[in-house]
């Protein structure tokens, strides 16, 4: 059974930082890369980062380069998005899939339920 179970959002100052934690669990995982998105209320799921497998390939949605940094640790099944200088437009429901390496949501297939970070100015 495939599970990914976000967390470590929350309520942060702008100019603040906060760690997003991605855990996942299901052999079908295996190979396949995870990424991060977002959705603000009123509007579509935007692409944040992505990591491969291995954690060799990395990708960025330019409206968060050089702010967050995504990793990843297998042995502890686990992603990482790291979102430092946040702003208030940083605040959405932060969602992990996995699937294959694409800045596309459509093409991911596993998706967690959604973990909240709201930025206050």
């Known amino acids: 059974q495939v599970q990914l179970v976000e967390s470590g959002g929350g309520l942060v100052q702008a100019g603040g930082s906060l760690r997003l934690s991605c855990t996942y669990s299901g052999r079908a995982l295996s190979g396949y890369a995870t990424g991060w998105f977002r959705q603000a209320p009123g509007k579509e799921r935007e692409f944040i980062a992505t990591?491969?497998?291995?954690?060799?390939?990395?990708l960025y949605a330019d409206s968060v380069k050089g702010r967050f940094t995504i990793s990843r640790d297998n042995a502890k099944n686990t992603v990482y998005l790291q979102m430092n200088s946040l702003k208030s437009e940083d605040t959405a429901v932060y969602y992990c899939a996995a699937g294959p390496y694409s800045l596309n949501p459509s093409r991911y297939i596993y998706w967690g339920q959604g973990t909240q970070v709201t930025v206050s100015s």
């Open positions: 990591i491969t497998w291995s954690g060799g390939g990395t």
